[in-house]
């Protein structure tokens, strides 16, 4: 993304604020710029299940990005 890390994590934050987190147990990353930042989802939320655009769409992983 071009930001620090730290400051990536409050943006994620910010957007889950209210949400009840031990109510989930799968994340879709939806977003075409998503997979830049899987490992650090899969790090912050390690029980959920995470699927994003290179694990579901086959063409997303043409861009030399690991799967996951």
């Given at each position: 993304?071009?930001?620090?890390?730290?400051?990536?994590?409050?943006?994620i934050?910010?957007?889950?604020?209210?949400?009840?987190?031990?109510?989930?147990?799968?994340?879709?990353?939806?977003?075409?710029?998503?997979?830049?930042?899987?490992?650090?989802?899969?790090?912050?939320?390690?029980?959920?299940?995470?699927f994003?655009?290179?694990?579901?769409?086959?063409?997303?992983?043409?861009?030399?990005?690991?799967?996951?």
């Open positions: 993304f071009g930001a620090p890390e730290e400051k990536i994590e409050t943006y934050d910010a957007a889950l604020t209210g949400t009840d987190l031990g109510q989930v147990d799968v994340a879709i990353l939806a977003c075409t710029h998503y997979p830049l930042a899987y490992e650090m989802f899969r790090r912050k939320f390690p029980r959920f299940s995470l994003s655009m290179r694990s579901i769409i086959p063409w997303a992983n043409s861009s030399g990005l690991p799967t996951g």
